[in-house]
C-alpha cells in the first residue's frame, strides 16, 4: 500500500485523476466569490447610506428639487435652444434652514439656478439661456444664476452669471457676493 507519492496524485483514498485543469478553475473560482462578495458589501452600504441620508430633511429637499428641476417650466424651450441637458432649480426650500441662519446677508444669495449643458454645434451664451427661460416663466422669482456648460465628457463652465428677476445682468456670482459684502 502506497502513501500517494507525485506519480499517484491523489493521496491516501483519493484516486489519481490525471487532469490538473480543475486547480485553474478552483482559483478562478475563489475570487469570483470574492469580487460578488465585496461587490454585495459595497450595494449594501451604499443602498444604507442613500436611505440614512435622504431621511435627512434637508438631503430630501435638496434630492427632490434636483429630480423637479429636469422638467421645471423653461427646460423644454432650453433644450429647444440647443441644450443637451437643461436644469431649473430652485434651492430655496433646501436651503431654507442655513440661509434664515445667514440672516440679511441670504437675501443677495440667488437660489434659483439656469443651466445648460450646450449640444456640440450650440452657440449660446448666459445671456441667451437668460433670455430664454425669461421669456418662458415672464418674470423670475428673484435673482438667479444662468450658467452654461461646454459639451463633451467633463464639461467645463463657458459662463455663469446672475441676473435680477428681470433679466438684468448683475455679473459673476464673486462680483455680486462681493458687493453684498461692501453693502452690509
Known amino acids: 500500500m502506497s502513501m500517494g507519492g507525485p506519480d499517484m496524485g491523489g493521496g491516501i483514498g483519493v484516486p489519481p485523476t490525471g487532469d490538473d485543469s480543475k ?21 449594501l452600504t451604499c443602498g444604507s447610506a442613500l ?30 435652444a440647443g441644450c443637451v441637458q437643461a436644469t431649473v432649480i430652485d434651492l430655496a426650500a433646501a436651503l431654507q434652514e442655513p ?22 454645434d450650440a452657440d449660446l451664451d448666459c445671456d441667451a439661456i437668460a433670455r430664454v427661460y425669461l421669456e418662458t416663466v415672464g418674470e423670475a422669482p428673484g435673482r438667479f444664476v444662468a450658467q452654461v456648460n461646454g459639451s463633451g465628457l467633463i464639461p467645463t463652465p463657458v459662463c455663469q452669471l446672475v441676473f435680477d428677476a428681470e433679466g438684468n445682468r448683475l ?6 457676493a462681493a458687493q453684498g459684502r461692501a453693502g452690509s
Do not use: H
Open 23 to 43: 486547480k485553474g478553475r478552483s482559483g478562478f473560482r475563489i475570487l469570483l466569490y470574492v469580487l460578488v462578495g465585496v461587490g454585495a458589501v459595497l450595494v
Open 99 to 120: 440661509l434664515e441662519q445667514a440672516g440679511a446677508a441670504a437675501a443677495e444669495i440667488p437660489t434659483l439656478y439656469v443651466t445648460c449643458q450646450l449640444a456640440s
Open 171 to 176: 455679473g459673476t456670482l464673486e462680483e455680486v
Open 51 to 80: 436611505f440614512f441620508a435622504y431621511r435627512n430633511p434637508t438631503v430630501r429637499k435638496t434630492i427632490d428639487a434636483a429630480i423637479a428641476s429636469q422638467s421645471a417650466p423653461g427646460t423644454s424651450e432650453l433644450r429647444a
